[in-house]
C-alpha cells in the first residue's frame, strides 16, 4: 500500500500514499463528485497550444525501479512510462493492459493443479500484448518477466512482494509471447498480475547478476534513468532532476494508443502550501488526487478560486493511521496501543478538518467493502477509559504530566510524518495535545517523504509512531503489512511492510488461508476474524479513509481517478488537451 507510501502485495503490496482497504465499484456511486465546474473567467494559464502539462506532486519517489521500495508517488510516475500486466480500471474490475485478455479458469488461461509436493496449485497464463516495444525498440517478451521472477525469488536483491515470488516456484515461457507460473496455492485473485512487472533484461539482467545484493543501488533504473530501454509504457524519462522532478516524452516505440500531449513534466513539491501558491502562479497545470492535496485545504482553494480550476473528489482505499513500532518497550503492551487511540478525539479532528467527509476507521477494510466486519472492535474516544488503561499497564503520574513507570521511565515516543504536508503535520499537533492530555509524551520528528519512505519505514528506522497512509486495491490480503515474515530486516535487504513488527501466529494462519479461498461467502468470516484482531492488537492505530481530491486545469479532460492503488496515470492516453 502505495505509502503516500501508497505502496504493496502480486496483488500488489500496499503502497504509502499515504493501505489497504476493499471496496467494489458497485458500491461507489458516483464515482467521481463535482466540487466546482463553473465557466473560467480567469484560466490558470494562457490559452495556446497544449503540448505540455505541469503536474505537481508531494513527494519524489526514493527510486523509479519498480520493484524496489512502494510509494505512490513512483507509482503515479511510473504510471507514464511503464505497463504491469493487469491493473484494477477507475470501475474497479480488472483490466487487460500488457496482456491480450484476463486469465481464467473459464477461458483456461488458468487451471487448479496439484504440485509436485501434493498441494493444491494453479496455473496461470498471460499472452503479452503483440508489439508491445521498450523505448530503445527492443521487443518485451517473456524473458524480461524470467528475470523479474528470478530477481524477485532471490532473498538478496531485496524486491517487494516477496512472497508472491516464493510462491511462484515455476516460470514456463513455450514463447516469447507468453508467460506462464505455477503457484505452489490457491489464490482468488489469480487473474491480477499486480507487482509482476516486466523488467528489461536486456539492460538489467547483468547488473544484477554481477552483485545481487548490491544491485538496488546499482540498478540502471536511479543511475541512468533517461535510458529508453527501461521504459515500456507511452511516455519514457527524458530527463531528471533528483529531488525535484521528471521530464517525460512520448515514447516513439509505443504501439498503443497515442498520448494527446507531447510532454509531461512532474514536480515534487513536499509543501503543501507551496504547492498551492504555484497552482495559483500558473507554474503547475495540475495537483492529481494520488499525490497533492489534502481534501479540507483542496475545499477551501474550490471556495476562493471557484471556477478557475476543475476540482473533484474521489472516495478512495486510503487509510490514514499511525504505524506503531511494537518492540519497543513501551508500546510492547497492547493496553497502552489501546490508550492511545482511546485518547485521540477522532471524529472532532475528523469534523473540524475535512467537514466529516471521511470515513472513521475501525481498521484498513472500508466500511463499504462487502467484506467490512460490523462487529469489529471500535474504540471511541474516552479519557477516563485511556487513563485506566495507562494505570493498569502500570503507567503512574508523574512531573509535568507525563506518567513514568515503575523503573523510572517516561511515557514518551518520537512520532514522526512526512515534513510538509500541512493536514498531516496539523493532525500530528493536535493528536500530541490529547496525548498529553492522558499522560503521554509525543516527541514530533517529521521528514521529507524520500527519506521517512526510503530509509526511515522501509529499513524500521523509527523508534515510536510514524502516521502516514496505505492505498490499496480492491481486497487487497493484508499479507505485506501483517504478516510476521514481512517485517523487513536486513537480512531480507528491507523486503516487506510490516513496519510495526507485528507478530501473531493466528493472524498468519489466516493470511495464508484468505487468498486461497475461492468462494466470496467462506472468505467473509476469515475477513471479519482478521479485522478483529488488528482491532483488538493494534499495532497500527486507525484514524480514517482518506478521500483523494483532484485539481485539473480547464482545458484538460479524460481524466479518470481509480481511488485505490492503480493510479489515473495508467490511462494517460485517455486524456485530452483543449
Excluded at 116 to 132: A, D, N, S, Y
Excluded at 452 to 477: I, K
Excluded at 522 to 551: D, G, S
Aim: proline share 9%.
Amino acid at each position: 500500500m502505495g505509502q503516500d507510501h501508497a505502496e504493496p502485495p502480486p496483488r500488489p503490496a500496499a503502497r504509502h500514499a499515504g493501505r489497504r482497504s476493499l471496496l467494489r465499484a458497485s458500491l461507489l456511486s458516483p464515482l467521481v463528485a463535482p466540487l466546482g465546474l463553473a465557466p473560467s473567467a480567469r484560466p490558470a494559464r494562457a490559452q495556446g497550444a497544449r503540448d505540455s502539462l505541469t503536474i505537481g506532486i508531494t513527494q519524489y519517489p526514493s527510486t523509479l525501479h519498480p520493484n524496489i521500495e512502494s510509494m505512490m508517488a513512483k507509482a503515479y510516475a511510473l504510471g507514464f512510462v511503464h505497463r504491469p500486466l493487469t491493473a484494477y480500471g477507475p470501475d474497479w474490475k480488472l483490466q487487460a493492459l500488457g496482456c491480450e485478455t484476463l486469465p481464467s479458469l473459464e477461458n483456461g488461461l488458468a487451471a487448479l493443479e496439484t504440485t509436485p509436493g501434493g498441494k493444491p496449485g494453479m496455473r496461470v497464463t498471460w499472452r503479452l500484448r503483440e508489439g508491445w516495444l521498450w523505448g530503445d525498440g527492443t521487443p518485451v517478451t517473456a524473458e524480461d518477466f524470467r528475470f523479474a521472477w528470478e530477481a524477485g525469488r532471490s532473498f538478496e536483491t531485496g524486491f517487494g512482494n516477496a512472497e508472491f515470488y516464493r510462491s511462484a516456484y515455476e516460470f514456463l515461457a513455450p514463447d516469447p509471447r507468453t508467460v506462464t507460473l505455477r503457484l505452489d496455492r490457491l489464490s482468488f485473485d489469480y487473474g491480477s498480475a499486480g507487482n509482476f512487472v516486466p523488467l528489461p533484461a536486456h539492460l538489467e539482467r547483468a547488473r544484477w547478476e554481477a552483485d545481487r545484493r548490491n544491485y538496488r543501488s546499482r540498478t540502471l533504473y536511479d543511475t541512468d534513468s533517461t535510458n529508453p530501454g527501461l521504459w515500456c509504457g507511452p511516455y519514457r524519462v527524458t530527463a531528471v532532476q533528483p529531488g525535484s522532478g521528471l521530464t517525460l516524452e512520448r515514447n516513439e516505440h509505443w504501439n498503443g494508443p497515442a498520448p494527446a500531449i507531447r510532454r509531461i513534466l512532474l514536480r515534487a513539491i513536499e509543501n503543501t502550501a507551496a504547492l498551492e501558491a504555484q497552482l495559483l502562479a500558473g507554474q503547475i497545470d495540475m495537483v492529481p488526487g494520488e499525490m497533492g492535496f489534502p481534501l479540507e485545504q483542496a475545499l477551501a482553494l474550490e471556495k476562493r478560486e471557484s471556477g478557475r480550476f476543475r476540482l473533484f473528489t474521489r472516495p478512495g482505499l486510503v487509510w490514514e493511521h499511525i504505524d506503531l513500532r511494537l518492540d519497543n518497550p513501551v508500546l510492547a503492551d497492547r493496553r497502552v496501543r489501546q490508550a492511545l487511540l482511546c485518547g485521540m478525539d477522532r471524529a472532532r479532528i475528523a469534523q473540524t478538518l475535512y467537514g466529516g467527509r471521511q470515513p472513521l476507521a475501525r481498521s484498513a477494510v472500508h466500511p463499504d467493502d462487502p467484506m467490512y466486519g460490523a462487529e469489529t472492535p471500535d474504540w471511541p474516544f474516552d479519557p477516563k477509559r485511556a487513563q485506566a488503561l495507562l494505570e493498569a499497564a502500570g503507567w503512574k503520574p508523574g512531573p509535568g504530566g507525563i506518567r513514568v513507570h515503575a523503573g523510572g521511565e517516561r511515557l514518551s515516543l518520537e512520532f514522526n510524518t512526512t515534513a510538509g504536508n500541512r493536514a498531516r503535520e496539523q493532525v500530528q499537533q493536535i493528536v500530541q495535545g490529547m496525548w498529553k492530555a492522558i499522560g503521554a509524551e509525543a516527541r514530533i520528528r517529521n521528514e521529507p517523504p524520500r527519506v521517512l519512505f526510503g530509509e526511515t519505514l522501509s529499513q524500521r528506522r523509527f523508534t515510536g509512531a510514524a502516521l502516514f497512509a496505505w492505498v490499496s486495491s480492491p481486497e487487497n490480503v493484508p499479507r505485506s503489512t501483517l504478516h510476521s515474515s514481512e517485517i523487513p530486516t536486513a537480512e531480507r535487504n528491507w523486503s516487506g511492510q510490516n513496519y510495526p513488527g507485528f507478530r501473531d501466529a493466528e493472524m498468519d494462519a489466516l493470511l495464508e488461508a484468505l487468498p486461497q479461498e475461492l468462494d466470496p461467502a467462506k472468505r467473509r468470516p476469515l475477513w471479519a476474524r482478521l479485522q478483529a484482531i488488528t482491532a483488538t492488537e493494534l499495532p497500527a492505530l486507525p484514524l480514517w479513509h482518506r478521500a483523494e481530491a483532484h485539481v485539473w486545469p480547464l482545458w484538460l479532460s479524460g481524466v479518470e481517478p481509480t481511488g485505490h492503488l492503480n493510479p489515473s496515470s495508467l490511462w494517460v492516453t485517455g486524456w485530452k488537451a483543449g
